[in-house]
């Protein structure tokens, strides 16, 4: 579903479930494509009551009631494969406020069927990267996010990031035509876990900032972006392409209401409603052929994804919406203006470039003809099936060297992660393939380990709360609150948490049955392959059997054991990438326990200190959302206290949460320092 030239940005509606469905208002068609919404004329404007207008809109696709497997295929599967041609692409979601736009992006926090088009695209990517073994990939991710016309990076808080540097983030212009944020990190990945955990770092980081600046998550646009590199390993010429992936959660589109709103909440309405209406004129400026200036630069979030909308790359529109009665509004301003999107021309080009230093390896390699190449491809995949006993090149041209590339994944029993190159005759050294190439066949370690070495267990890791209350006259014992609200208002979360430990361990117990079958089939070929070099030896000593036309032939048990051997490695292949598969479903779900753990302990913390710990006059301000005066209570003394339990049960709970932790405290710091107005205390708001 790669665009070609000259087609439309594609528009797909999808609704998100709801036990209210306004089925009298909202008419989906049979052909798949096509909304039929009907309203209500308001009397109030002396209209006969009761009268319908209808509207009618034809887009790309509807999905109601699917899967978020299918939302993938149908919506990011292309575009995830045209990037790895080189395609810049983007995928948007757009709508109300609880439409489902972060659902369909990062998905639900429940299991990991309900993971959304990010985890899904990232799981691609490196499918493919491992699959695509004659191009050498290079992956980075960033994730931006922008609110008020600020832009904040998600994934500051890694480990060995830089920092900004003295002029701050800013979108820049490249040469070429390109934008790139100034002062954004990217980070090299290789693996889908590695993303993976870049991703959750990142919106651990969103709903930190959101819940630490008292500012709704929902009001921030969010910007994950796969950066790809691709070389080819055949050929020696000094091409590559690249693309950027923008995987992007827009801010709700919902129109605050213009009477009522104050102080931050206009100011966030105004930034959104500029953006998505400056969204709106860079692609409709785009649609129309005659227009020579797009006005990309009027927000940074047109700016910043100025080379990758429209135009010249792969955009998807997800137009989410809400199918109750009661948003009806909210359901056609969204619909009108997926309808206008649909217009917009794609002309997609591939991004290539030469590279001015054409030898990266510091070796000169002749060119080899695509028969050449084929032959050696051949030969090194009958090698490693066990049907070759040496690689060779062909006539004069040199030996085939397996040079160590910067690939991807590990223990891979298929060479897709090594350059073939021909080394130039008299350079070459002797390179032994066959040892390069059954030590692709590697043992697995039996259980997933977390950054720091450590076995989670989590069964013994149900969070405790501490014994102490930090006040001594009237506060119950932590421990019992906790319990407390585990049953109530934490009940759904908990519930949640639950569910998910279940499914973790359901995985974990399928790895490491994976795990013996795949060390099992590790034993069997080595036991197989050792036979075999045995009765080679053996026979090497009594002569050669040759056929009547003098050509070489295997005796029957040398026969046997050549096609066990190969049987086993297909096996162990086979086996392999289930359980690589099962391996990143394990640490998803993990990531989702420690999500769900440290959200459980931060409600509940907050619920403690607005119940037992504030006076009375605070516990209403803070029960009525209103913004804390400040000299009423001594906020930072609350919230260094509550900073120091954070850490201390977090550590104790998880101690990889320590990122977490401190990329909290850091925000927390910020926002004391510069909001000391308007900090409104650490009030989730789910
Ligand atoms: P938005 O990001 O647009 O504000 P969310 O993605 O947070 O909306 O969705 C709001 C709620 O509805 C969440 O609890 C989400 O899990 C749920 N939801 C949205 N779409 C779906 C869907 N297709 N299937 C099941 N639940 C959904
Ligand atoms: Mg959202």
Not at 470 to 490: I, M, V
Request: glycine fraction near 8%; aromatic fraction near 6%.
């Amino acid at each position: 579903m790669i665009a070609h030239p000259g087609s439309e940005v594609r528009v797909l509606i999808r609704s998100r479930p709801t036990a209210n469905f306004a089925q009298e208002l909202i008419e989906y068609l049979p052909d798949g494509q096509t909304v039929s919404v009907h309203q209500r004329k308001d009397s109030r404007k002396g209209v006969v009551n009761n009268q319908l207008s209808s509207w009618s809109f034809r887009l790309d696709g509807v999905l109601h009631d699917v899967s978020q497997e299918e939302v993938y295929g149908r919506v990011g599967r292309g575009v995830v494969l045209g990037a790895l041609e080189g395609y810049n692409g983007t995928v948007m979601c757009f709508g109300q406020t609880g439409a489902g736009k972060t659902y369909t992006m990062t998905g639900a926090t429940e299991n990991y069927k309900q993971r959304g088009i990010i985890p899904r695209a990232l799981q691609e990517v490196f499918h493919e990267v491992e699959q695509r073994s004659d191009h050498a990939f290079s992956v980075h991710l960033s994730f931006l996010e922008i609110y008020n016309e600020t832009l904040v990076d998600l994934l500051a808080s890694v480990r060995g990031c830089p920092g900004v540097g003295p002029g701050g983030m800013a979108v820049v212009e490249e040469a070429g035509g390109g934008v790139s944020v100034r002062g954004l990190s990217l980070h090299p990945v290789h693996s889908e876990e590695a993303a993976l955990n870049l991703l959750f770092e990142g919106e651990m980081n969103r709903i930190i900032g959101a819940h630490a600046l008292n500012k709704n998550s929902s009001r921030s646009h969010c910007i994950l972006t796969v950066h790809i590199e691709s070389r080819s390993r055949t050929l020696s010429d000094a091409k590559y392409v690249t693309s950027k992936l923008n995987l992007v959660d827009l801010a709700g589109s919902e129109r605050l209401g213009k009477t009522g709103s104050e102080g931050q909440v206009l100011k966030e309405a105004m930034y959104i409603n500029k953006s998505l209406s400056f969204l709106e004129q860079a692609i409709l400026a785009l649609a129309d052929r005659r227009r020579d200036h797009v006005p990309f630069r009027q927000t940074k979030l047109t700016h910043a994804l100025k080379d990758s909308l429209g135009g010249n790359c792969n955009t998807v529109l997800v137009a989410n919406i809400y199918g109750e009665a009661s948003q009806i509004e909210e359901t056609l301003s969204t619909l009108r203006f997926a309808s206008r999107m649909k217009c917009v021309q794609m002309d997609p080009v591939v991004n290539e470039h030469t590279d001015p230093v054409a030898n990266r390896m510091g070796m000169s390699y002749d060119t080899l003809s695509e028969t050449q190449v084929a032959e050696i491809q051949s030969q090194v995949r009958r090698y490693l099936e066990g049907s070759l006993d040496e690689i060779n090149s062909q006539g004069s041209q040199g030996t085939v060297g397996v040079v160590e590339g910067h690939g991807f994944g590990v223990g891979l029993a298929v060479p897709s992660d090594r350059h073939i190159r021909l080394l130039s005759p008299g350079r070459t050294k002797a390179i032994k393939t066959k040892e390069l190439a059954r030590s692709q066949v590697e043992s697995v370690n039996p259980v997933q380990r977390d950054r720091e070495g450590r076995e989670h267990d989590t069964q013994s890791q149900e969070p405790q709360g501490p014994q102490e209350p930090l006040r001594t006259d009237s506060p119950p014992p932590k421990a019992e609150a906790f319990e407390d609200f585990k049953a109530e208002r934490g009940s759904e979360i908990n519930r949640i948490l639950k569910e998910n430990k279940v499914v973790l361990l359901e995985r974990r117990a399928r790895l490491r049955e994976l795990t013996e079958c795949v060390n099992t089939a590790k034993r069997e070929i080595d036991s197989t392959s050792t036979a075999l070099h045995q009765w080679r030896d053996k026979r090497q000593s009594q002569g050669q059997f040759v056929s009547a036309e003098g050509v070489p032939v295997l005796d029957e048990a040398e026969l046997s054991l050549t096609l066990r051997l190969r049987e086993l490695k297909t096996q162990y292949r086979q086996q392999y990438e289930e359980l690589r598969g099962t391996k990143a479903e394990v640490s998803y779900c993990q990531h989702l326990v420690d999500q769900c753990r440290t959200r459980l302990l931060t409600e509940f913390e907050s619920w403690y200190n607005e119940s037992f710990l504030l006076p009375e006059e605070v516990q209403a301000m803070l029960r009525s959302g209103g913004p804390i005066r400040p000299g009423l209570v001594p906020v930072y003394k609350a919230l260094a206290l509550h900073f120091e339990r954070l850490r201390y049960e977090l550590l104790a709970d998880s101690p990889s949460a320590i990122s977490f932790y401190n990329a909290q405290y850091r925000t927390v710091q910020r926002v004391s320092l510069v909001q000391t107005n308007t900090l409104s205390l650490w009030v989730m708001n789910e």
